[in-house]
Nanobody, 115 residues
Framework: QVQLVESGGGLVQAGGSLRLSCAVSPPIIIIDIMGWYRQAPGKERELVAMMSGSGTANYADSVKGRFTISRDSAGKTLYLQMNNLTPEDTAVYYC?????????WGQGTQVAVSS
C-alpha cells in the first residue's frame, strides 16, 4: 500500500523558512517521479517542484532559487526546503508520487505566510 504523509507546515512570517517532509512508503525507487504541489484557496493545484528517480530536479518559475527538493539516501523521505517565503506561497502543499502511470497523493500540509 502506497502511503505519503506530509509534515512540517505552519505559520511563518514573510522572509522566513520552512522545511516540509513527506514520509514515503514503500521507499522511492528509480522509476518514481516525486513531486511537491500546492493549492491556494480558489486556485488550481500547481506543481512546485519535482525530482526524477535519477535525482534531476525541476522547479516552477515562481519558486526557483528559493525552494529545494531533495530526498534522503534511503528513499523514505522527500523534502521541500522553502526559503524567503512570501504571502503568495500560502497554500496546502501536497506530496505526489508518479509510478507506472499511476499517481498517489498525501493528505497535504498547510503553509501560511504572513506579511
Amino acid at each position: 500500500q502506497v502511503q505519503l504523509v506530509e509534515s512540517g507546515g505552519g505559520l511563518v512570517q514573510a522572509g522566513g523558512s520552512l522545511r516540509l517532509s513527506c514520509a514515503v512508503s514503500p521507499p522511492i525507487i528509480i522509476i518514481d517521479i516525486m513531486g511537491w504541489y500546492r493549492q491556494a484557496p480558489g486556485k488550481e493545484r500547481e506543481l512546485v517542484a519535482m525530482m526524477s528517480g535519477s535525482g534531476t530536479a525541476n522547479y516552477a518559475d515562481s519558486v526557483k532559487g528559493r525552494f529545494t527538493i531533495s530526498r534522503d539516501s534511503a528513499g523514505k523521505t522527500l523534502y521541500l526546503q522553502m526559503n524567503n517565503l512570501t504571502p503568495e506561497d500560502t497554500a496546502v502543499y501536497y506530496c505526489n508520487r508518479h509510478r507506472s502511470s499511476r499517481q498517489y497523493w498525501g493528505q497535504g500540509t498547510q503553509v501560511a505566510v504572513s506579511s
